[in-house]
C-alpha cells in the first residue's frame, strides 16, 4: 500500500498544470453508451476512477482507445480516448465493478435509453453518508422505465423505450441531473428537468450531448428542456478544467505562502472560493493563462463559510478549507450543509494539533500559529487531500496512510507540488 511522506515548511512557488475534471470525465465516458459510433474525449485526466469506469464499459462491450502523446502537448495534458459503443453485448453492471465507484451506477440511465433493459448494482463508493439512488430512480420512473430492486440490484426495462416526461427533484442532485439528462437525450417527446443542478460539469455533459445531435437547452439553470432525438452520433469534446483541483492547490498556496500559477484553471468555475480565499488573506490574479494564487507576509484570516450548491461554496472543498483555517489568527466556522459523515477529517486533523470543536453540521476551528507533522490516515477522497494540505504547513514529517483515496481524484499529486518546491514523495512499500 503507498504512502505520501511530506516534510513540511517549505513554500510553494511555480506553476502547476490544472487537469481534467473527474467529475465531467466520468459522465462524459458514461454518455458514449448513447451512441454506437465514436465519442472522442480530450484531456481526459488519468485517474484510478477513470481507469476503473473504463473496465466497467469494457464490461458492456465498448471499445477504448487512449490516444498516445502528440508533439507539443504539455506535460499533465490529459488524454485523448476514443469511446465505441457501437455493440453493447451486456447490459448488466455486476457488484464487483460497481461497488468500487458511485458514479459508475449511471450507465443506467443510457443503457436503459438506447437498449430498453440495465441491470445494475446498487452502488459503493466513499464514505461519506448514505448518498442514495433514490432520485436517480424516481427520474427514470418518470421517464416510463419500470424498475425494481432484486438481489442488491435495480433492473429497469423500458419495452417500448422511454417517453419525455416532467422531473421536478425535490432536492438539487447532481448525479440525479446527470442521469436525467443522459435517459432524456433518447426519450420520445419533451422532458423538462426542474430543480436541476447548475454545476459547471452539468454544462459540460449537455454541451457534449448536443455535439452528439441532442436538443438540451438551459443546462446550468435549474430548468432544463431535452427534446428526444431518435438516435446520437459521435463527436469530438474537450473535458473542461477541474475546479476542485484549482481550489485545492490555491489552499494549499495560501497555507504554505509563495505564489503560483493555476495554469488553465477557469475562474467562473470557482468564484465562490476565490471570494472566500481573498477574505483568508490570498491575493489572487486572473491572467490569460488562468489564475495565479499568492500569499505572502500577510497571516491567514478566518472566514465563515457554508457548503452550498453550485455557484456556492463547493462541498469538495470542505476538507481543504478546515486544513486552511487551522492555521487562522482567530475562530472560524464551516457548515456542510450536502452529505452528512463529511467531517471525518476532523480527528486526523487534529493529530497536527488542529483545534476543532463540532456542532451538527457545523465546525469551529481556532486557528493556532504552528501545525506540527504526524502519522495519519485518509478517509476519503477530499478528506485525504486536507491531510496532505495541512501537511505542507506543518513543522516536521508527516506520513499520509491509505493514499489509493487520492489516486481517484488527483492526477500526480505529489509530482505537481515537489515540482513547486514541496518536500513530498510516494513511497511503496
Known amino acids: 500500500m503507498d504512502r505520501i511522506r511530506i516534510v513540511g515548511g517549505s513554500k510553494l512557488n511555480g506553476t502547476i498544470a490544472i487537469s481534467g475534471a473527474k467529475n465531467a470525465a466520468l459522465p462524459l465516458m458514461i454518455a458514449a453508451l448513447l451512441t454506437e459510433e465514436t465519442l472522442i474525449l480530450d484531456n481526459v485526466p488519468r485517474l484510478a476512477d477513470v481507469a476503473q469506469l473504463q473496465r466497467i464499459l469494457g464490461n458492456h462491450g465498448v471499445d477504448i482507445m487512449s490516444a498516445g502523446k502528440r508533439p507539443g502537448d504539455r506535460q499533465y495534458q490529459g488524454q485523448t480516448l476514443h469511446i465505441s459503443a457501437a455493440d453493447i453485448i451486456d447490459t448488466t453492471a455486476p457488484y464487483e465493478l460497481v461497488s468500487r465507484m458511485r458514479a459508475s451506477f449511471w450507465v443506467i440511465a443510457p443503457l436503459v435509453a438506447r437498449m430498453h ?3 445494475v448494482s446498487l452502488p459503493g463508493g466513499c464514505a461519506i453518508g448514505t448518498r442514495p439512488v433514490d432520485l436517480l430512480i424516481m427520474a427514470l420512473e418518470k421517464l416510463g422505465a419500470d424498475l425494481a430492486i432484486d438481489g442488491g440490484y435495480v433492473v429497469a426495462k423500458a419495452p417500448g423505450g422511454l417517453r419525455g416526461a416532467e422531473i421536478d427533484f425535490p432536492k438539487v442532485t447532481v448525479s440525479g441531473t446527470h442521469v436525467a439528462l443522459m435517459a432524456a437525450t433518447l426519450a420520445k417527446g419533451t422532458t423538462v428537468i426542474s430543480n436541476a443542478a447548475c454545476e459547471p460539469e452539468i454544462t459540460d455533459v449537455a454541451d457534449c450531448l448536443n455535439k452528439m445531435g441532442a436538443h438540451i437547452i ?8 431535452v427534446e428526444g432525438v431518435e438516435k446520437l452520433h459521435g463527436a469530438r469534446h474537450t473535458v473542461l478544467p477541474d475546479r476542485i483541483e484549482a481550489g485545492t492547490y490555491a489552499m494549499a498556496v495560501a497555507m504554505t505562502g509563495g505564489e503560483v500559477q493555476l495554469s488553465g484553471a477557469r475562474p467562473e468555475l470557482l468564484q465562490s472560493a476565490l ?7 490570498a491575493v489572487i490574479t486572473v491572467n490569460n493563462d488562468g489564475i495565479r494564487i499568492a500569499r505572502n507576509g500577510a497571516g491567514i484570516r478566518p472566514v465563515t463559510v457554508s ?19 487551522a492555521c487562522a489568527g482567530g475562530s472560524s466556522q464551516i457548515t456542510e450543509t450536502i452529505f452528512e459523515n463529511r467531517f471525518m477529517h476532523v480527528q486526523e486533523l487534529a493529530r497536527f494539533g488542529a483545534r476543532i470543536s463540532l456542532d451538527g453540521e457545523t465546525a469551529t476551528i481556532d486557528g493556532t500559529a504552528k501545525l506540527r507533522g504526524a502519522p495519519v490516515m485518509a478517509t476519503d477522497l477530499r478528506a485525504s487531500v486536507s491531510l496532505v494540505i495541512a501537511g505542507l504547513a506543518a513543522e516536521g514529517e508527516t506520513m499520509v496512510n491509505r493514499i489509493y483515496h487520492l489516486d481517484r481524484g488527483f492526477e500526480r499529486l505529489e509530482e505537481k507540488l515537489s515540482a513547486c518546491g514541496a518536500s513530498i514523495e510516494r513511497i511503496s512499500d
Open 275 to 281: 471570494d472566500v480565499l481573498t477574505q483568508a488573506g
Open 307 to 325: 457548503t452550498a450548491p453550485f455557484p456556492g461554496f463547493p462541498t469538495d472543498l470542505q476538507a481543504q478549507l478546515m486544513a486552511l483555517m
Open 218 to 225: 438551459g443546462a446550468g439553470t435549474p430548468r432544463i428542456v
Open 117 to 119: 433493459e440495465a441491470k
